[in-house]
């Protein structure tokens, strides 16, 4: 496994210093490395990973679940591609099982989210269904832990 | 009433440990950043919880054989002979105790006379100089110098043997310093000691945290030492399971029957469920041991260079999960440096000389912490030492 993508999926906001001193490596070497990274489209883009709900209590965050019919020649993709267009939408994943696409979309309140659906999403040609999810309670996200779930419970103890 | 009479003058004369004091100084303060905890930051490896849990679903929870389950001490024979290729009688040769701390405890009591000398490579573990005391023996510290990478030096030995030493605690991969004692140099003090009735109390608790290519190397694979040595070792470092409280010894029958006498009436046996669980972390936890000895690597490199760009001379360490930075040029001492750290960045670190006179003029800083938490305490840290220069 690469360490550097590790350390990176974990905290994209290391210096490439500190990459490079935990590496073993030259900052140089760490810049060149993230470089062809990016280039190859391996890393595609670094995001911050947001406690949403204490941004703005009101914020809501929704999963879902659309059925679809499959287009000739071009499957699922006109619809998925067309989906990933809309600001409010933050992923679009073709799914195996039940349903056909997953979609997150996040609104500044719960309206906003079910107008979305109802008035974007429903109408749009081949939608069969939809089936929406609201997130109530986030305890971790892109592999990090939300805070006050647990803090370091070691205390310091010592003989 | 009037305690100090009635209470034991040998108790009294202990101390609480300089960690302790300090942690009580240091959580009086608020939203203290520490580096400064002896355990883990991960969390037990599932697989280990999930059986223990299963062994209080079965009901397991009667006392075990005093020395320890028979399939753990197996485990630990075949875990011994595997990791230092050492072979130990799991019916004579191991206990299973109450940490490494018991173990360390036992062996002192099992072996000391009054009067006995035992050489204590400083700085180290604070729990060796008060555990030899209350066996009536006498600790003489033997000073490893950071010129000598923390190690024990042969000569350094041979100058503190006298007719009355009884024992040496070899404490490698050293806390507070981080040291190792690496094959070659283990060949020097095997040397010296296999002439001599001296019996070594090898405290490798932190073995499975040698950091490089070279793994950990016992004294005891040496010829000629495995009857002169005590392994202690255990499961709290490697797996991440302090609050388990298990740890073990190995070494010739002889002294672990008498060490056993003393486990068996005064603790009975160790925790059963903790046994349990340990015998599967011994066979299934390979790979969780060096996803957790890769992270704190990569910590590890990251704490030493961040000191050394502040001007703090750091020597790498290359086992445990601490670095000792020297704060020397601060021209504060170890206490005073901790102490104004905490109030003026409220950052906690444990004054050097916790462990030993000898530490003054370091501090000890522990890795075991996430990255982003040790990017933030160097961060204060280096403010407190700019301010300190203007």
Known sequence: MNKLVELLRKNARLTNNELAVMLGKTPEEIEKEIAELENEGLIIGYSAVINEEEVDRNSVTAFIEIKVSPQAEHGYDDIATMLAQYKEVDSVYLMSGSFDLSVTIRGTNLREVALFVSDKLAPIDGVLSTTTHFILRRFKEKGIEFPLIEDDERGMVGP | ?390
């Open chain 2, 1 to 390: 009433m009037n305690y100090e009479e009635i209470l034991s003058q040998k108790t009294q004369a202990i101390k609480f440990s300089g960690i302790r004091k300090f942690f009580d100084i240091a959580a009086s303060v608020k939203d203290v950043i520490s580096l400064s905890v002896g355990e883990p930051d991960f969390k037990t490896p599932f697989i280990i919880r999930k059986e223990a849990i299963k062994t209080l679903e079965k009901g397991k929870t009667a006392y075990t054989s005093n020395a320890g389950l028979e399939s753990l001490r197996s485990s630990i024979a075949g875990y011994l002979n595997e990791t230092i290729g050492v072979e130990y009688d799991p019916k004579h040769e191991i206990i299973v105790t109450v940490g490494g701390s018991e173990a360390i405890d036992a062996a002192f009591r099992a072996l000391l006379n009054p009067g006995d000398e035992v050489l204590v490579c400083e700085p180290s573990f604070v729990c060796y100089d008060p555990l030899i005391r209350l066996a009536d023996g006498v600790p003489v510290p033997i000073e490893t110098k950071q010129e000598n990478k923390f190690k024990l030096m042969p000569e350094q030995l041979l100058a503190a043997i006298t007719p009355k030493t009884k024992a040496l605690v070899l404490p490698f991969p050293n806390n507070p310093t981080g040291a190792v004692m690496r094959r070659d140099e283990l060949a020097d003090i095997a040397a010296i000691l296999r002439e001599r009735d001296i019996i070594v109390i090898s405290d490798e608790i932190y073995s499975e945290l040698t950091y490089g290519d070279e793994k950990h190397v016992s004294i005891s694979e040496f010829e000629g030492m495995k009857e002169r040595t005590i392994v202690i070792n255990g499961f709290s470092k490697a797996f991440a399971m302090t609050g388990w409280r298990l740890g073990f010894a190995a070494g010739p029958a002889p002294i672990i029957t008498q060490m056993l006498k003393i486990h068996q009436y005064g603790i009975m046996s160790a925790p059963t469920v903790s046994q349990y669980a340990a015998v599967t972390a011994l066979r299934e936890c390979r790979a969780d041991i060096d996803y957790m000895v890769g992270e704190y690597d990569m910590r590890r490199k990251l704490i030493v260079n961040g000191f050394n760009e502040m001007g703090l001379e750091c020597f790498e360490p290359e086992g445990a999960f601490y670095v000792f930075p020297c704060i020397k040029s601060t021209g504060l001492s170890s206490q005073d440096f901790c102490l104004r750290l905490i109030e003026e960045k409220k950052v906690a670190v444990v004054p050097g000389d916790a462990f030993g006179e000898c530490g003054e003029g370091y501090i000890r800083v522990s890795y075991a912490y996430s990255i982003n938490h040790i990017i933030s305490a160097l961060k204060r840290i280096r403010e407190f030492i700019n301010e300190l220069d203007g």
